[in-house]
């Protein structure tokens, strides 16, 4: 990427390192804010008269005469960033952030595209069956079978699924057969979700969904913890 700062812009940059220097800063960085990761995104529509101060030290204001080489800098990350393959092995992207970071050790300013997204950790079950009943003072399983077999449509199995993160979860309405889900069946997956995942809504959270299987008579829990990866992409970097 040479060539695309002029001597003046690098001369610029030098002067902000030892500004940031004389502050006793190794680093300035600068950070997007309010973009939606599910959006497609646009750095050129960055406001920079709106980074008055440095991300990691608001006490540092950040010089005027930066602002129209961080325009040229976000213009130039925006071509890389619409070729990018982003791997996140097929999962959503929950958050995104652009940080610009003058590296005044290295003499070089650069721009990245920060990303998180929730990968799937290891898995674990729990089988209920109506032997259960004769020790549990809850929901009798056999019951619950009964419920979920009427509405069933002579299906041998009927399976639910859940989704637990950032201190939310539910569990769907409706069966994978589109089947609504009786209140007592609600009632009885989110008391065994309680019982042996605790906080699966929490965080990162967790996933999974509920077997109900008519051939053996049992209800079997199978639950899967996120986990929150983190990953980036270098969109420009140019020395100074």
């Known amino acids: 990427m040479e060539g695309i700062l002029t001597p003046e812009e690098k001369k610029i940059l030098r002067f902000v390192g030892r500004y940031l220097n004389s502050l006793g800063v190794k680093d300035g ?3 997007s804010q309010g973009f939606d990761a599910y959006d497609s995104l646009d750095l050129t529509d960055i406001d920079v008269g709106e ?5 990691n030290n608001y006490t540092i204001e950040v010089p005027e005469q930066l602002y129209s080489i961080l325009e040229k800098v976000l213009q130039h990350s925006q071509k890389r960033y619409d070729n990018i393959d982003v791997d996140t092995d097929g999962n959503d992207i929950n958050y995104a952030r652009f940080e610009v970071n003058i590296d005044t050790e290295e ?3 650069s721009v990245k595209y920060w990303y ?4 799937l950790g ?3 079950s729990v089988s209920y069956s109506e032997e259960d009943d004769d020790n549990r003072h809850d929901d009798l399983v056999g019951d619950i079978l009964q419920t979920v077999r009427d509405v069933s449509e002579g299906l041998d199995i009927m399976e639910l699924r859940y989704n ?3 201190d939310s979860g539910y569990i769907e309405g409706t069966f994978e057969n589109g089947e609504e889900v009786p209140a007592d069946v609600e009632d009885f997956c989110y008391d065994k979700l309680s019982r042996n995942f605790g906080g699966w809504e929490n965080n990162e959270g967790g996933e999974g969904y509920f077997i109900f299987n008519f051939n053996d008579d049992t209800a079997t829990l199978y639950h899967t913890e996120n986990i929150e990866q983190n990953d980036s ?3 420009f970097e140019v020395e100074f």
């Open 233 to 235: 992409n270098t969109l």
């Open 122 to 124: 290891d898995g674990s």
């Open 107 to 109: 003499e070089k300013i």
């Open 164 to 166: 637990g993160s950032g």
């Open 116 to 119: 998180t997204y929730y990968a």
């Open 29 to 31: 960085f600068l950070e």
């Open 51 to 55: 980074w008055t101060h440095f991300t």
